[in-house]
């Protein structure tokens, strides 16, 4: 997954986010100016066949590469920009929105919810992927939990869509739609590559360390016991951009 999102009722914003009028500009903000610069260019680049146009849009892409780099997502701005030059597509296709990941929170017959521990960071989190072309997204929840765990399951509502750039999960826009799941058995296994551990663990007897548990469990286990039935989201920010202090 691309990270755990924000505890609290539905539509909360994290303590941490951040707020228009802060003194200091911290790295996830610099990281997601970067990114919506890089955007907007590579979309315009996609559109495009004005020679002037285009060398504007790259321009745009060499603020956003330094941008980058100012918060240490970006050794060298001159291969970042040819890597996102190399992604730009034509028309329709070539207009940049987030990458989705799908989360399941996968509970079993004690109120249980099952965990990985991510071969990648060391941490715990609900198992989750990239959403594959072809599938819909309670199909991918399911595929995921069977490829990472060995553990078969039905999905039962979504119970989050989440920001995950938003909250430092992943330095790539990404949409996270988080699945409660019910367990219908299967064996556990943990998947060679991607987990070093697998389990099910009831909240007051998690794993450590776990990512951000102040943001997803409480949530999740409410969901799983029937006491929160909303969705998870971000609220809007207010503004979405920075004013003039």
């Given at each position: 997954?691309?990270?755990?999102?924000?505890?609290?009722?539905?539509?909360?914003?994290?303590?941490?986010?951040?707020?228009?009028?802060?003194?200091?500009?911290?790295?996830?903000?610099?990281?997601?100016?970067?990114?919506?610069?890089?955007?907007?260019?590579?979309?315009?680049?996609g559109?495009?066949?004005?020679?002037?146009?285009?060398?504007?849009?790259?321009?745009?892409?060499?603020?956003?590469a330094?941008?980058?780099?100012?918060?240490?997502?970006?050794?060298?701005?001159?291969?970042?920009?040819?890597?996102?030059l190399?992604?730009?597509?034509?028309?329709?296709?070539?207009?940049?929105?987030?990458?989705?990941?799908?989360?399941?929170?996968?509970?079993?017959?004690?109120?249980?919810?099952?965990?990985?521990?991510?071969?990648?960071?060391?941490?715990?989190?609900?198992?989750?992927?990239?959403a594959d072309?072809?599938?819909?997204s309670?199909?991918?929840?399911?595929?995921?939990?069977?490829?990472?765990?060995?553990?078969?399951c039905?999905?039962?509502?979504?119970?989050?869509?989440?920001d995950?750039?938003?909250?430092?999960f992943?330095s790539?826009?990404?949409?996270?739609?988080?699945?409660h799941?019910?367990?219908?058995?299967?064996?556990?296994c943990?998947?060679p590559?991607?987990?070093?551990?697998?389990?099910?663990?009831?909240?007051?007897?998690?794993?450590?360390?776990?990512?951000?548990?102040?943001?997803?469990?409480?949530?999740?286990?409410?969901?799983?016991?029937?006491?929160?039935?909303?969705?998870?989201?971000?609220?809007?920010?207010?503004?979405?951009?920075?004013?003039?202090?």
């Amino acid at each position: 997954m691309t990270g755990p999102p924000p505890s609290g009722p539905a539509g909360s914003v994290p303590t941490d986010a951040g707020t228009p009028h802060d003194d200091a500009i911290g790295e996830l903000e610099l990281l997601r100016w970067s990114e919506a610069l890089a955007g907007i260019a590579r979309t315009g680049l996609g559109f495009t066949d004005s020679h002037y146009e285009r060398e504007r849009f790259e321009e745009v892409l060499a603020v956003a590469a330094d941008i980058r780099a100012a918060a240490g997502r970006c050794h060298d701005p001159a291969v970042q920009i040819t890597e996102w030059l190399a992604a730009v597509g034509k028309g329709v296709p070539g207009y940049v929105t987030p990458k989705v990941a799908v989360g399941a929170v996968v509970s079993d017959d004690e109120g249980r919810v099952l965990l990985i521990r991510r071969a990648d960071s060391g941490y715990w989190l609900y198992p989750t992927g990239w959403a594959d072309v072809g599938y819909s997204s309670s199909e991918i929840a399911v595929k995921e939990v069977a490829e990472e765990t060995g553990i078969n399951c039905e999905p039962v509502r979504l119970i989050a869509v989440l920001d995950s750039m938003r909250h430092g999960f992943t330095s790539v826009p990404t949409y996270s739609l988080v699945y409660h799941c019910r367990s219908l058995g299967g064996e556990l296994c943990a998947h060679p590559v991607e987990c070093t551990g697998v389990g099910f663990f009831s909240q007051d007897d998690l794993p450590s360390p776990l990512a951000g548990p102040d943001i997803w469990v409480e949530h999740a286990f409410n969901s799983v016991r029937s006491e929160a039935t909303g969705v998870l989201f971000d609220a809007p920010r207010e503004p979405f951009w920075r004013a003039e202090c």
